[in-house]
Every structure is written in structure tokens, then in C-alpha cells.
């Protein structure tokens, strides 16, 4: 059979496949669950809107009084040595904490992207694959690397997307 | 009243109806989201399962295609027929969906299941369909496959949605035409 004539009966099939074909389960109660939970996660985060100044006024101050802490303690007793996993655990409390503060922040300002939470999700599992394979191999520091590395490009993903300069353009 | 006018009569009405469906789930409505749904899961399952090429993780990606259409609706201006849009949203929540539960270091480091290229083929028969066929394609070259030939998008778009080069597009779409026709007994 010449390419020509396997060309014609592929197209040929093609055109009969059905456009629409339906689930084995209905996936609505699904669904409904998902929106009814995204809708109770809004209003959370609305009662929480008025007191966001506050919380990242806290948390700052929080932050500005964990690292005075950790200077003085340093001042009298030689720093904590972190391992492995300890220095994992450390550096992601970290970077979420600096990221829920990035998210509050922003909360109310549109973001360039549509798809940027998304993004933002995809990181995260990166962050977690990183961070089984850590679990693995906790001294292995091309790992560590990647996932300050992800890290950062949460970041930066969170504050590009939210940034006025970019929003004129 | 001819049987032309009858028709375009009932096409507008159902044009009508539809965008008053649509104005209703972008004020809110969630029982019109209902409707909507019922109106639409065949088109956004029909295409998740051809993108997903299994049936279960083709349902979880058409849930989340609903609802991610939820917040995105109100993006809709109108200016394309509404299934149109609706496609072009079910191929994109739809692929990345399907990234995501493939997992980030599979992506990473492009390690494609090439067991279905490598499996030999049942004979042909005429009770397999192409649907059966399209599915036992490698991941990479079904998506493309799908998405040129069935859905009729371009390899520019496709190398767009898919994070790859124009070329490999188009490779993985000969590919996919090469092992369909060796499978269909067509070799």
C-alpha cells in the first residue's frame, strides 16, 4: 500500500471517530466536592484578608526577632551544627514561610498568568521529588542545590506574575 | 416556513440558551454549571481519554478540567464559539494534568515509556478500531497524534503546548503514523 493510498484510509477513519465518548463513573459529585472545598478555602482566605497587614507585620517582626535570637545565640554559644535532613526541614520551613508571606502579600493583586498556581504546584511536587531522593541521599549536594534552586524559582514565579511593571506592559 | 428556516431557527435558539447558560455559571450559578456540564463532559472525557490513553486517569483529568473551568469561565468573552474555547482549555488543563501525575523527574530527564512502541502488535482485525490503535501509542507520539490529526492543531501550537521543538512534533507524528500503520496491518 503506497503512503498516498494509507494517508486516505487513515483520514478516511478519522473522520468516522466519535467527537464524544462518556465516563464509566459520573465524575460531577467529584467535582461539586472540589468547588464546594475551594469556596470554603475563599472565605477563609477573605476573613483572613483583613488582618493580612497584621500577619505580615507578625511575621516580620517575628522574623526580624528569631534572626536577633539566633545572633545573640551565636554570640554566646558556637552554632547548632545541621545534618541532613535537619538542614532540608530548616531550609524548606524557611521557604515556605517566605513564600505564605509572598502569597498573602499579593492575595488581592491579579496575576499576569492565568496558569501561575499552577506552575506554582508543578514546583512543588519538583520540591518534594527533590526532597524523597534528599530522604535517600540527605549529604548529596547537587540535590540540595536543585532544590534551592526550585526554591527560588517559586520566588520568583510568585513575584513576577504579581509585578506592576509587567502588568503595564 | 421552510425546513431551512426551521433549522436555523432551532440552531439560534440553542445558540441563545447557551449563552444564557453561560452568563448564569459566570454570575455563579452552580446549577447552571450543572447543565453545562451535562452538556459538555462527552466533548472534554472524549478528549482527555484520547490525550491520556487510559480511562481512569482520563476521569480524574476531566474533573479537573471542570473545575478549573469554574474560575476560568468568566474569561470567556464570547468572541469564539463557546466548544471552541472549551477545547482549547480541556487540551491544556488536560496536558498538564497529566505531566504532573507522570512525575517531575520522568519530565526532567524525558524518560518515555517506550514499552508500547516495542510491544508487537495484535493481528489486525476489524473489530480493533482506531481508537483501540491510537491508544497503544507511546505518550509523546499519541498526544501529537491527537492533538494534528484529530483535533486539527497545528505543530507550532503543539510544540507549544508540549514544551518541545517544532521538529519533534512533527517527528513524533510520523512516528505515531509509522507504528498505526504497521499495527492496522497496512505495512
Known sequence: ?169 | MTQGTVVAAADTFAEKSERDLIAAVQQGDKNAYHKLYHAYIGQVYGLCYRLAGDRGLAEDAAQEVFIQLWRKIGNFKGDSKFSTWLHSVTSNVCISYIRKQKGWFQRMFNIEDTDAANEVAEPSSAEVCLDDYIQRLPERARMVFVLHAIEGYRHEEIATMLGMAVGSSKAQFHRAKQLLKEWMGYD
Open chain 1, 1 to 169: 500500500m503506497t503512503k498516498q493510498q494509507f494517508d486516505a484510509q487513515l483520514e478516511a477513519q478519522l473522520a468516522e471517530l466519535p467527537k464524544a465518548q462518556m465516563p464509566q463513573r459520573d465524575l460531577w459529585p467529584g467535582i461539586e466536592l472540589a468547588l464546594a472545598r475551594e469556596e470554603q478555602h475563599d472565605d477563609a482566605r477573605s476573613s483572613a484578608g483583613d488582618n493580612r497587614r497584621t500577619v505580615v507585620w507578625a511575621s516580620l517582626a517575628a522574623s526580624v526577632a528569631v534572626v536577633g535570637l539566633v545572633g545573640v545565640l551565636s554570640l554566646r554559644s558556637p552554632a547548632p551544627q545541621l545534618d541532613g535532613m535537619q538542614l532540608v526541614n530548616a531550609l524548606s520551613a524557611q521557604h515556605e514561610q517566605q513564600k505564605n508571606a509572598l502569597l498573602v502579600k499579593f492575595q488581592d493583586q491579579p496575576a499576569l498568568t492565568q496558569n501561575w498556581q499552577q506552575q506554582l504546584d508543578e514546583l512543588d511536587s519538583a520540591s518534594e521529588a527533590i526532597k524523597a531522593a534528599l530522604d535517600q541521599d540527605p549529604d548529596n549536594m547537587a540535590l540540595l542545590k536543585m532544590l534551592q534552586k526550585v526554591h527560588q524559582q517559586q520566588i520568583d514565579l510568585i513575584e513576577r506574575v504579581h509585578s506592576p511593571k509587567w502588568q503595564q506592559i
